[in-house]
């Protein structure tokens, strides 16, 4: 079955630094992945869609790459801030014949530190 | 604008008692969503619907059922809840397949 994981629990930085996340899949091709944000005792809120035609997707602060021939995409947050601290979440599209539905990864803990 | 409204925010049970968690949402999405949230364990998706009326099943639907008789409502329920059902529960809605979720803000449920 398809595989999922967000190689680090937690990451701790310094503000101002570049926070890099990492999300690996096996198993198949999604034809696009998503990242949120999740703050404690609350929802997840959608951040960024990137399609594996795009290798590459930037939002503000926020950068997506998705390379499908390592099956990893990698999140950065450019000068970071303790603001952005949270929980961040890889999800991907289900394998064939799900409807659009996703399958989460456990999520990386980030905590910019001032 | 609301959002994805759900309801109650924190329940106690007791093995064996039933509930209905509701989810509301005022955005005219077609597709919705429950998934449960558990330490170490990521979201999972209990059961899913991609419109009025139709229902389908997710990674972990066994104990669930759920109904959408309204665009704008799904409701989860536990005919008799256990307590490997302790858990966060999350409602989420999507214009369509492939678009971004928007999640309300749990359920916090606790069975004794």
């Known amino acids: 079955s398809q595989k999922i994981e967000q190689n680090s629990e937690a990451l701790n930085i310094q503000e101002g630094k570049t926070a890099t996340l990492t999300c690996n899949y096996t198993?198949?091709?999604?034809?696009?992945l998503q990242w949120y944000r999740q703050d404690p005792g609350r929802g997840p809120v959608f951040l960024l869609l990137i399609r594996e035609n795009e290798k590459e997707k930037r939002k503000e602060r926020l950068k997506v790459t998705f390379d499908t021939t390592l099956k990893q995409s990698l999140f950065h947050i450019t000068a970071s801030q303790p603001a952005d601290s949270a929980t961040y979440l890889c999800a991907l599209e289900g394998y064939g014949g799900s409807q659009g539905n996703l399958i989460f990864g456990k999520g990386t803990k980030l905590s910019v530190k001032p | 604008n609301a959002g994805v409204t759900q309801t109650p925010k924190f329940r106690v049970l007791k093995t064996g008692q039933s509930m209905t968690l509701l989810c509301a949402q005022d955005m005219n999405h077609e597709y919705m969503y429950w998934y449960r949230q558990d330490p170490g364990m990521g979201l999972r998706l209990i059961h899913y619907s991609v419109g009025e009326g139709t229902t389908a099943k997710g990674e972990v639907p066994d104990g669930y059922n759920v109904s959408r008789l309204k665009k704008q409502n799904f409701l989860l329920g536990l005919e008799s809840a256990a307590p490997s059902q302790t858990s966060v529960y999350f409602c989420?809605?999507?214009?369509?397949?492939?678009?971004?979720?928007?999640f309300g803000d749990g359920t916090r449920l606790s069975i004794l």
């Open positions: 989420a809605s999507s214009i369509g397949e492939n678009q971004p979720q928007h």
């Open positions: 198993n198949y091709s999604p034809a696009y």
